[in-house]
C-alpha cells in the first residue's frame, strides 16, 4: 500500500506524525511508500532524530499549511500547496492509494471532495474511524462529517460504510455485524 501522509496537520505537527510513521514502516510491511508532505526541512529533521533513512520513504514539500482557524472549502482553493492538498494530489495522480491527516478534517474532507469527486449517487463523503474493543475492532461511519445530513445521504454513506468494513475487516463474515443509530 502507498500512503500519503500529511506531515504538518494535527496540533503537534512534524514531531509526532514523522514518530508515527517511522513505527508504522517497522511494524507494517505491506506498507510499500511512504510519502511525507510538508516541509521538508523539518520532516528531514524528524527523521534524523529518529535515524530513519528507510527506502520505502519519499518526502513531498509543500510550503503551505491549513490553519485550524481556516474555512475548510477556502483554504483548499487559496492554499494549494498545503500539505493535505499535495497528499490528496498523489491520490488523484495515482502515486498514493490513500491519505492520512490528523490535521483540520474539514479541510482534508474538501480537498478529497474537490480533487477526487465522489462516488455516482453520493452527495457528500463520510468519516470512517476504525476503533478497537476488547474483542474485536469497529468501523464508525461519518464520525463528525455532516452535521446536517439528509436521510439519504446517510443511507448512502452506510451503504459505503458497509463495503469498507467488509473489504477491510479481520474478522469472519459470520462475526461481522453492522449496525445504524439515527
Known amino acids: 500500500m502507498k500512503i500519503a501522509l500529511d506531515a504538518m496537520g494535527g ?15 517497522h ?5 510499500s511508500k511512504l510519502y511525507l508532505v510538508g516541509d521538508s526541512a ?6 534524523r532524530k529518529h535515524q530513519c533513512n528507510d527506502s520505502r520513504i519519499d518526502i513531498v514539500h509543500s510550503t503551505q499549511v491549513v490553519d485550524m ?8 482553493r487559496r492554499k494549494k500547496d498545503s500539505s493535505i492538498s499535495r497528499a490528496v494530489d498523489l491520490v488523484k495522480h495515482g502515486d498514493a492509494d490513500a491519505v492520512v491527516s490528523a490535521g483540520h478534517t474539514g479541510a482534508a474532507v ?8 465522489t462516488l455516482p449517487g453520493i452527495d457528500r463523503p463520510g468519516i470512517a474511524a476504525v476503533l478497537p474493543t476488547e474483542t474485536n475492532v469497529f468501523v464508525l461511519i461519518d464520525a463528525g462529517a455532516n452535521i446536517d445530513a439528509r436521510p439519504g445521504t446517510s443511507s448512502s454513506i452506510c451503504v459505503h460504510g458497509l463495503g469498507l468494513f467488509t473489504s477491510c475487516s479481520p474478522l469472519q463474515e459470520s462475526d461481522r455485524r453492522f449496525g445504524f443509530a439515527g
Not at 474538501?110 to 469527486?117: M, N, Q, S, Y
Request: glycine share 8%; proline share 5%; charged share 25%.
Open 27 to 31: 511494524d507494517y510491511k505491506q506498507i
Open 110 to 117: 474538501a480537498a478529497g471532495t474537490i480533487k477526487l469527486r
Open 11 to 25: 496540533d503537534f505537527g512534524p514531531p509526532n506524525l514523522v514518530a508515527g510513521a517511522v513505527m508504522a514502516l
Open 42 to 47: 523539518k520532516i528531514e529533521n524528524e527523521l
Open 69 to 76: 482557524s481556516d474555512r475548510a472549502w477556502t483554504a483548499v
